[in-house]
Each structure stands twice: as C-alpha cells, then as structure tokens.
C-alpha cells in the first residue's frame, strides 16, 4: 500500500512539472504571440502609411500630367497607345487609347526638313499645326513615353526674329555698300570735274578720263562683291603683289587727300612679296582705315600707310596724327554701332575687324595720349580654302 502512496505521489509530482512547464511555455507563447500581434500593428500601420504616400504621390503625378501644357503618350510593348493625357488629345484629337503609334504617325502627321519636328492637319479649323516629338529609351520591357509639344507659334516667332536679322544684315550691308562706295564715287567725280576744264592738254584730259574709268570700274566691283556676299558665296582668294595692293590704296585715297589738303607718306617694305588673301575686302577694308584717318586729320596733316613682313604675317598700318581716342573709346571702338561722331555709322571699324577675322587675321589700335593713332591689321601671307 505504501508503494502505492509513493509511486501516486511520484506520478503526481511528475505531474506538478510537467504542468508548470506547460504554464510556462504557454505564457511565453502568449508573451511571442503578444509581441508578433505588436509588430504586426506596426508593420500594418507602416503599410498604411507607404500606401497612402504612393496614393498621394500617384494623385499628385497625375494632376501633374492632366496639367502638363505638353502631350504625354504612354506605349506599350506592341507600340500600342495605352496612357495619354489631355495635351495629347488636344494636339492629337480623339481617338488615341489603344491605337497603333504607327498608324497615328502615317495617318496625322507629316514629316518637316527638321528632325523630330511634324506638321499636324487639324481637321476643324484647318491649320496645319507644326509639333515637335520627343521619345524616351525604351526601358527593359520594351515600354516607351512620347512627348508631344504644339510650336507653332515658337516657330513663327523664331521666323520673326530671323527676318528681323535679315534685315538688320541688310541694313548693315547697305551701310557697308554706302561706305565702301563713297571714296571711289567721290574720286571718279573729282577726275570727272576736271575734264570740264579747257585748259587741259589731250594727254593729261585723257589720264583723267582713264582714271575715272577705273575707279567706275573699282564702283562696279565693290556692287559685284556684295551681291556676292548677300549670295553667300565664298571668298574669292587671289595672289597679288602686296606694293600692288598699296598703290592701289594711295591712288584712290590721295586725290581726296590733295583735295584737303593732307598729305600720305607709303612706307612699302614688303620686299616684293606676294599675298593670298581676298583682295577686294583687304582693299575695301584698308580704304575703310584711311578714310577714317583722314576725318580726324586736319589741313597739312600726315597721314602714313606701312607695310611690313613678320615671319608669314603681312604688317599694313594707318598712322595718323589726329586727337587720338581715350582708353574707354578703344575697348569699344571696334562694336557694331558705337561711333564718336556725329555723322557717323558706328559700322565702318566693325566691318573691318569682320573682314580681317574672315582672313584669320586681327586689328587693334594703339593711340597715345595727344598724338594720333594708329590701326595696325595682322594677316596670315596665305590663306586657307
């Protein structure tokens, strides 16, 4: 009986354990449990909160796309239409959703010379409209994204603005033609008016008549060079003797010269070297810098017209000994427009820095306080087509 006793008391303390073990494990599963239902809380909330900012951000990129001023168009993999925005359907018309890119392309569009650029026939109002489409890189599943802008009006005001430069170019060419014309009108004039006078013998009535001739041939060249220029055509190289060329300058210059009673010293040191370069814009250009010289110069001034070789370069100079110009007129004596007399163009000095930088080459001027100035043109002995 008493093994009985003991063995129900060992059972029932076998029992005890188990049954608190048992309690144990079962409070840390409701504690794990507790503890899962807490972070599940959390990870349910977070959820939340990352699905309510993608809404946001989704409500926010597509007010952003119905307000965009340009077409959206979304393709698919077959190159289906499969999101547009409202743009694209003003641009465009209806319908679109669910239509082959392609057969939009071949049945409203129009390909212009620029790329990317297309005309589009509106059907109501009938105004061809002209768009630009731009296209993203397809990403990994063969999706693309099309922008569409309408340019039409950016278009016709860029039409605007490149007719207004024409005809500003044009302005300045015709005070470019004004200026290369007036020294050898007013020379051949100057010859023309002394063969009014009877007292002249037949050989010296024929040299002026001769030199009339050739500076109305010089007017006809000048008028050929423009047309040529407004043409587009290239420049036209020739090789010439560069103490040619200063003969030339002091045969047109110096009679209006004598006429003001100035005087031009030529100091030829080119050696009897040649130049390739376009003669009748060096010519024109040089006529430009003597002019120039001589406005500032007054009665039994000098003006001096210099040549001279450094390495392959050709040295003209135009020295005169006129007021001079201030520092501030030389950082700006060279602009289009900027001009320090009265009647003047403000054109003369640009174009010939234009012309010079056409021959790769540069001027500049050096003027001391009070005693003249002096341009200085520096250009390459040949030149490259």
Not at 42 to 60: D, P, R, T, V, Y
Request: proline content about 3%; aromatic content about 6%; glycine content about 6%.
């Amino acid at each position: 009986m008493a093994t009985d006793q003991q063995q129900l008391q060992i059972a029932f303390a076998a029992f005890n354990e188990a049954s608190e073990q048992l309690s144990g494990v079962y409070q840390e599963l409701q504690h794990q449990v507790a503890q899962l239902t807490h972070e599940l809380a959390l990870a349910n909330g977070e959820l939340h909160k990352q699905l309510l900012e993608k809404e946001n951000i989704s409500n926010q990129l597509s007010f952003l796309l119905n307000a965009l001023p340009g077409g959206v168009i979304a393709l698919n993999t077959q190159g289906s239409i499969e999101q547009v925005n409202p743009a694209a359907l003003q641009i465009l018309g209806e319908p679109l959703l669910h239509l082959q890119w392609q057969d939009i392309v071949a049945k409203r569009l129009k390909p212009t010379k620029v790329m990317n650029e297309w005309y589009l026939q509106q059907n109501e109002a009938k105004q061809q409209l002209r768009i630009r489409i731009q296209s993203s890189l397809m990403d990994c599943e063969n999706r693309q994204i099309l922008l569409l802008n309408d340019i039409t009006e950016s278009y016709a005001i860029q039409e605007k603005i490149r007719r207004n430069q024409r005809l500003t170019a044009m302005g300045e060419m015709a005070a470019n033609l004004a200026h290369q014309l007036r020294t050898p009108l007013a020379t051949a004039l100057l010859y023309a008016t002394h063969l009014g006078n009877d007292n002249l013998t037949p050989d010296v009535r024929k040299g002026f008549a001769e030199k009339t001739v050739e500076r109305l041939h010089r007017l006809e060249q000048l008028t050929k060079d423009m047309l040529r220029f407004v043409k587009g055509e290239t420049t036209q190289l020739e090789r010439f003797s560069i103490s040619y060329l200063l003969s030339e300058l002091q045969q047109v210059i110096e009679p209006q010269l004598t006429l003001r009673h100035m005087h031009l010293i030529v100091r030829d040191h080119s050696k009897g070297e040649y130049l390739v370069a376009d003669y009748q814009a060096l010519f024109g250009a040089m006529i430009s810098l003597l002019e120039n010289a001589m406005q500032v110069s007054i009665s039994d001034d000098l003006i001096t017209l210099t040549s001279s070789l450094k390495k392959d370069m050709l040295v003209l100079s135009v020295r005169d000994h006129g007021p001079g110009i201030d520092d501030v007129a030389q950082n700006r004596v060279f602009e289009p427009f900027y001009t320090t007399r009265q009647e003047g163009t403000g054109l003369g000095l640009a174009i010939v820095r234009g012309v010079i930088q056409s021959m790769n080459g540069m001027v500049c001027v050096n003027s001391p306080s009070d005693n003249g100035s002096e341009f200085v043109v520096t250009i390459p002995r040949t030149q490259q087509d």
